[in-house]
């Protein structure tokens, strides 16, 4: 197949930054998303949604001169202090479309997050009553815990619990990693869903390891061992509308990144969509492809499907060595590598 004809996409989980770094973060996203779940990690936080609204207005003005806008679907940052009020106000909002629970300490700009989940039953009710989806990222910080059993630990002391207290939250998992939680996913109730990055489909632990450690692969949740990639891809393109799309697509800059103590992050915004293609073209499921990256996210957030689509040809093209991020660079995934597919671009 050389051209592949699939409803327009949408991001179920992207990192914007905010500032400077809105020029490149946005105008790859608006290439042809419609729709991006922002990720509320800004330091501070975006806990409120006054915040949200303000931060909603950089991003559009950040998009105001490109060809064409996504809509920015914005999430609040879930803290210890959250209030049922909150929620409320969350939940009147049209703009405002969950909450997020970062474990503190778990991932980047996460300080700020959650210390218990328990502690949080009395919010998870209001939300649950208010219909808002709660994204988690899903790791134990426990110290003792080993980092590439951290998502499996996360699920069994504080998801099941969590899904068996609140049946009727909805609640994503967000950037699985492992074959466990693409069982937990698969045997949870309907109100469970997952997102899977590119880069998880493309790549495991070795890719990050061996010959050299390789920092633009260094993310959060850390990449797994092959069996574990290999269970995300036989979620993605199973066509099980419990997993869709979602980036994570988190930019660092080249500096922060190549450094004693790099950042965690992987930036996939610039070939987002063209990355996916790739994983389901090698995995004889690009059949699957729209299902997975225009249609179950939508149904998942009770929010239409998109009804127009976007052209993805088979002609291979070359990444750029690094983009701007504000005033500094970032290394794209696949940096100065060539992507097998492209998106045809509506506006030239
Ligand atoms: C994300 C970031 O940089 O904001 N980093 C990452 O490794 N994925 C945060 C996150 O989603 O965990
Ligand atoms: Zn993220």
Known sequence: MTELII??????????????????TCKDMARYFQRVIVMPNLAP?????????EYRERILFAMSGLPRQFEPLMILYLTDQTDAAEIRRAAEADFVHGFKLYPAGATTNSEAGVTGTES??????AMEEAGLPLLIHGEVTDADI??????????????????????????????ITTR??????????????????AHHLLFNRNHMLVGGIRPHYYCLPILKRDIHQKALIDAACSGSP????????????????????????????HAAIEF???????????????????????DFYQLPRNTDCITLRKESWQVDDQL???????????????????VLDENS
């Not at 409803?7 to 490149?24: C, I, M, S």
């Not at 949080?120 to 009710?125: E, M, R, S, T």
């Not at 869709?244 to 930036?267: Q, R």
Request: glycine share 6%.
């Open 324 to 342: 701007p991020l504000g005033s500094a660079t970032l290394t794209p995934l696949c940096s100065g590598e060539r992507v097998q597919w492209r």
């Open 146 to 175: 080993d980092i590439f059993d951290r998502e499996k630990a996360f699920i069994d002391r504080h998801l099941a619990p969590m899904t068996t207290h609140f049946p009727a939250l909805r609640m994503v998992l967000e950037h």
């Open 276 to 298: 996916y293609a790739e994983v389901f073209e090698q995995h004889s499921a690009l059949n699957k492809l729209e299902g997975f990256s225009s249609h179950f996210g939508a």
């Open 180 to 197: 466990d939680a693409v069982q937990f996913i698969r045997s949870a109730p309907s109100t469970m869903a997952a997102t899977i990055t």
């Open 7 to 24: 409803n327009r996409p949408d991001d179920w989980h992207a990192h914007l930054r905010d500032g400077n770094a809105l020029v490149q």
């Open 242 to 269: 419990r997993f869709f799309l979602g980036t994570d697509s988190a930019p660092h800059t080249t500096i922060n990144k190549e450094n004693s103590c790099g950042c965690a992050g992987v930036y996939t915004g």
């Open 45 to 53: 936080p975006i806990t409120t949604v006054a915040m949200a609204a």
């Open 120 to 125: 949080l039953y009395p919010i998870l009710a």
